[in-house]
């Protein structure tokens, strides 16, 4: 099984600034996968990640806004960019799926003021 | 697609059994189940896999009707643990990005 590590837990961060999230996996993983979660509610797929690839939004979400990075098979960055309030979520990142279970970041709490 | 999860909430007692369903209305390759306590990562509890192939924790079992594209998930003799939101995730074999549904509220009392 395979160990994600996200940071930061949780910021507080002022409205039109930018925050990047990091998650480092203990293994070799070929695709990683960003969730918003807000609170109490389901997990909202933003992008999927592969090295070497740009990442691949799904609707409602656009690079200008979470700019995704993937330099090798164990790392991903995800940055909010020019915060609003609206932003202020649970972010989640992950690997896995398919005919294997999913491991997750243990999330990072995001609060623009 | 989000899948349909039902019911949204459920109040057991300890020693109590209780289904969660999770309908779609794609295709399915395969379905998750996992379980979120508040303020923590979703824990993995069980895959089910189109061709019938099952692979999770002993104490949990689930069914999947791919014709249906539906599964259940059935908790048995219920302890204080289970107490957390239980979400189905989807794949219709686009990749491996799950499509989570709204989740399932399970309170387990004493």
């Known amino acids: 099984s395979a160990v994600i590590s996200q940071k930061p837990s949780r910021d507080i961060c002022q409205r039109g600034t930018s925050l990047t999230i990091q998650c480092q996996v203990d293994s070799q993983v070929t695709m990683m996968f960003w969730y918003r979660q807000q609170p109490g509610q389901s997990l909202t797929l933003i992008a999927t990640a592969n090295q070497g690839s740009e990442a691949t939004y799904e609707s409602g979400f656009v690079i200008d806004k979470f700019p995704i990075s993937r330099p090798n098979l164990t790392f991903s960055t995800l940055t909010v960019s020019n915060m609003s309030p609206e932003d202020s979520s649970i972010y989640l990142c992950s690997a896995g799926g398919g005919r294997t279970e999913a491991f997750f970041g243990q999330g990072t709490r995001l609060t623009v003021v | 697609q989000q899948p349909v999860q039902s019911p949204q909430a459920v109040i057991l007692r300890e020693g109590e059994d209780a289904v969660i369903n999770c309908s779609s209305s794609k295709a399915l390759y395969s379905v998750h189940w996992y379980r979120q306590k508040h303020g923590e990562a979703p824990v993995f509890l069980m895959i089910?896999?189109?061709?019938?192939e099952q692979k999770g924790h002993e104490k949990i079992s689930a069914s999947f009707n791919e014709k249906k594209q539906q599964s259940s998930l059935y908790l048995t003799a219920s302890q204080l643990s289970y107490s957390g939101t239980y979400f189905c995730?989807?794949?219709?074999?686009?990749?491996?990005?799950?499509?989570f549904g709204k989740g399932t509220s399970l309170l387990v009392t004493p």
């Open positions: 995730g989807t794949e219709s074999g686009s990749g491996y990005a799950l499509n």
């Open positions: 089910l896999l189109k061709g019938g």
